[in-house]
C-alpha cells in the first residue's frame, strides 16, 4: 500500500474482521483501481445461542471448565481438518470362543436363531458404558450430558 501510495480506506478488505489483506491489494491492482472482487460481506450479528435441550431420564447435565471448553473447540477443530484414519487392535478371543461354544447348542435350539458374536459384544459395551459413561458423553453448548 506504501509502495504504491494507496489509500487503504479505498480497498475493499475481505481478511478477517475486514481486515486488508495482501491479496486484496494486489487484486484492487489488477483491477485498475477498483477491486476485481466484492468485498466479503460486514459480519452479522452473533446468532443467539441454542436453548440447551432436556434432560432423559438418567441423564446428567456437568459444566464444562473453561479448560474443557478449549480442548473440545480443538478437538472438534482437528477433527473437522485431520484425516480420518481406522485402527485395528488384536484381541485373545480364545475364553470368548470357548463360551460359544458351550452355549450355541441350547441357544439355538430355545430361540431358533445361531449364538452370533455380536451379542457378546452389545454385552461388553453396554456393561463398559454404564460403569464409565463420560466415553457415552454428549457435548451440549458448555456442558457434557451424561
Same mark, same amino acid.
Given at each position: 500500500?506504501?509502495?504504491?501510495?494507496?489509500?487503504?480506506?479505498?480497498?475493499?478488505?475481505?481478511?478477517?474482521?475486514?481486515?486488508?489483506?495482501?491479496?486484496?491489494?494486489?487484486?484492487?491492482?489488477?483491477?485498475?483501481?477498483?477491486?476485481?472482487?466484492?468485498?466479503?460481506?460486514?459480519?452479522?450479528?452473533?446468532?443467539?445461542?441454542?436453548?440447551?435441550? +432436556?434432560?432423559?431420564? =438418567?441423564?446428567?447435565?456437568?459444566? #464444562? $471448565?473453561?479448560?474443557?471448553?478449549?480442548?473440545?473447540?480443538? %478437538? /472438534? &477443530?482437528?477433527?473437522?481438518?485431520?484425516?480420518?484414519?481406522?485402527?485395528?487392535?488384536?484381541?485373545?478371543?480364545?475364553?470368548?470362543?470357548?463360551?460359544?461354544?458351550?452355549?450355541?447348542?441350547?441357544? +439355538?435350539?430355545?430361540? =431358533?436363531?445361531?449364538?452370533?458374536? #455380536? $451379542?457378546?459384544?452389545?454385552?461388553?459395551?453396554?456393561?463398559? %458404558? /454404564? &460403569?464409565?459413561?463420560?466415553?457415552?458423553?454428549?457435548?451440549?453448548?458448555?456442558?457434557?450430558?451424561?
Amino acid at each position: 500500500v506504501e509502495d504504491k501510495n494507496l489509500d487503504p480506506s479505498k480497498i475493499p478488505a475481505t481478511g478477517k474482521d475486514g481486515r486488508l489483506t495482501k491479496g486484496d491489494v494486489l487484486n484492487f491492482l489488477e483491477g485498475g483501481g477498483s477491486a476485481s472482487r466484492a468485498a466479503a460481506p460486514a459480519p452479522s450479528a452473533p446468532a443467539a445461542p441454542k436453548p440447551e435441550r +432436556e434432560l432423559r431420564d =438418567g441423564e446428567e447435565r456437568v459444566k #464444562m $471448565s473453561k479448560l474443557r471448553q478449549t480442548i473440545a473447540r480443538r %478437538l /472438534k &477443530e482437528a477433527q473437522n481438518t485431520a484425516a480420518m484414519l481406522t485402527t485395528y487392535n488384536e484381541v485373545d478371543m480364545t475364553n470368548l470362543l470357548a463360551c460359544r461354544n458351550k452355549y450355541k447348542d441350547g441357544f +439355538e435350539k430355545k430361540h =431358533g436363531v445361531k449364538l452370533g458374536f #455380536m $451379542s457378546f459384544f452389545i454385552k461388553a459395551c453396554t456393561t463398559a %458404558l /454404564k &460403569e464409565w459413561p463420560a466415553v457415552n458423553a454428549e457435548i451440549d453448548g458448555n456442558s457434557f450430558i451424561y
